[in-house]
């Protein structure tokens, strides 16, 4: 596997879309693949900073919506069917600019379980096969009959299945989804991620290094 150094890693060029004391959106329009987290800041904690990590090794394309709220950030929570029928023009503006996805989200069921969804077959088995290796006392789901519908990441007009590939959508526990407390979200969404964490954030982006253009 790479060495998950981030020494010498050039500044992603963010640009911000709508913002509210709820919540910012904001992403970076750059290679054809694009990682998502739509659920970011405190609506499915760790999410966003695994995307910002990934964009920090790749040349990946990255779009974050990130709940600000100091409690009930859930209220903030649209699925990703819905997500892609609002007017959100910088999220559609990424979305139209790439060809394949990684949506990275979590979840709060089985604390070993990892859901891997979507309908780019060869995306999803390179990610599963690689986090097999890399987090073997973790279970890596990949068949449809054993996913939750709600994780399932095949229904056409989730946001991850419009791009020309197609994508795929990522499950992650909470212990997947780790990073280093801080005070205020001016902060937060640049806290270091720690444990085990370091090694999905690395293996997604080693996969994404793989493909024409990811780095």
């Known amino acids: 596997m790479t060495n998950f150094s981030l020494t010498n890693v050039p500044t992603v060029p963010y640009i911000d879309g709508k913002t509210s004391p709820d919540f910012r959106e904001y992403g970076a329009k750059r290679g054809k693949i694009g990682v998502f987290a739509i659920h970011g800041g ?101 068949f449809l009959h054993e996913i939750p519908d709600l994780m399932k990441g095949i229904d056409p007009n989730n946001f991850v299945n419009l791009p020309q590939e197609r994508g795929m959508q990522i499950e992650l526990p909470q212990a997947l989804r780790v990073a280093k407390k801080t005070t205020g979200w001016s902060r937060h969404e640049w806290s270091d991620l720690y444990g085990d964490t370091i090694k999905v954030a690395g293996t997604l982006a080693e996969i994404i290094n793989s493909y024409p253009g990811g780095r």
């Open 42 to 142: 405190g609506i499915e904690i760790g999410t966003e900073q695994i995307a910002r990590n990934i964009a920090k090794r790749t040349n990946c394309s990255v779009y974050i919506f990130s709940g600000r709220k100091k409690t009930g950030n859930n209220n903030l929570r649209i699925s990703s069917i819905e997500f892609a029928s609002l007017n959100h023009p910088l999220f559609s503006n990424i979305l139209s600019h790439i060809e394949k996805i990684v949506a990275i989200h979590g979840h709060n069921q089985n604390k070993k379980d990892i859901h891997i969804g979507g309908r780019n077959v060869d995306l999803k088995s390179k990610i599963a096969e690689a986090l097999k290796k890399r987090l073997p006392e973790y279970h890596v789901i990949t």
